[in-house]
T-cell receptor
Framework: DAGVTQSPTHLIKTRGQQVTLRCSPK?????VSWYQQALGQGPQFIFQYYEEEERQRGNFPDRFSGHQFPNYSSELNVNALLLGDSALYLCASSLGPAGRQETQYFGPGTRLLVL | GDSVTQMEGPVTLSEEAFLTINCTYTATGYPSLFWYVQYPGEGLQLLLKATKADDKGSNKGFEATYRKETTSFHLEKGSVQVSDSAVYFCALRLGTGTASKLTFGTGTRLQVTL
């Protein structure tokens, strides 16, 4: 049973560029959440997708956007990158309101470095 | 707003020592509480959880009890091993289903030596 997978594992970009990160949820899961983990900090919630819609959003600017596909996989897009966007980006999947199992399972993350 | 406060690290222990990592929370409702563990270079793994007051979560020798009266969820283990060295995150979740973001503490690094 495949867990949550993310790609790429590492990424280097320069300021002002745009980046797309990808996530495939755990088999059977339909809800995807994205978190940003700065070095030495706990993860911060970016947003959550269910049924291809953004359902909840944390305190992140509009430069951060996302998408969920019919197969439940998801993308996180960040425009106009800033040095402060350097972080580990974590994807978590869970089963939405139709199921009882709401524990979020995390992927290994994508480490983004902005130069 | 909702928040989680964890004890500062790093915590350094000898193998077989007793572990306590303190966690307290502030929440407007009745949250579910979680401990996640992050090994070097990896994502987060769920260690244990509790969904209501007085529940005890346990896994791999770790345990934590949801104390509503002290708004705490301290992590304990009776005898740590070198392989327990990692960063431990306490987290809360309010709401269910699609309104269920996790709010994390800043993490506590545990180092266990022989």
């Amino acid at each position: 049973d495949a867990g949550v997978t993310q790609s790429p594992t590492h990424l280097i970009k320069t300021r002002g560029q745009q980046v797309t990160l990808r996530c495939s949820p755990k088999s059977g899961h339909d809800t995807v959440s994205w978190y940003q983990q700065a070095l030495g900090q706990g993860p911060q919630f970016i947003f959550q997708y269910y049924e291809e819609e953004e359902r909840q959003r944390g305190n992140f600017p509009d430069r951060f956007s996302g998408h969920q596909f019919p197969n439940y996989s998801s993308e996180l897009n960040v425009n106009a990158l800033l040095l402060g966007d350097s972080a580990l980006y974590l994807c978590a999947s869970s089963l939405g309101p139709a199921g009882r199992q709401e524990t979020q399972y995390f992927g290994p993350g994508t480490r983004l470095l902005v130069l | 707003g909702d928040s989680v406060t964890q004890m500062e690290g790093p915590v350094t222990l000898s193998e077989e020592a007793f572990l306590t990592i303190n966690c307290t929370y502030t929440a407007t409702g009745y949250p579910s509480l979680f401990w996640y563990v992050q090994y070097p270079g990896e994502g987060l793994q769920l260690l244990l959880k509790a969904t209501k007051a007085d529940d005890k979560g346990s896994n791999k020798g770790f345990e934590a009890t949801y104390r509503k009266e002290t708004t705490s969820f301290h992590l304990e283990k009776g005898s740590v091993q070198v392989s327990d060295s990692a960063v431990y995150f306490c987290a809360l979740r309010l709401g269910t289903g699609t309104a269920s973001k996790l709010t994390f503490g800043t993490g506590t690094r545990l180092q266990v030596t022989l």
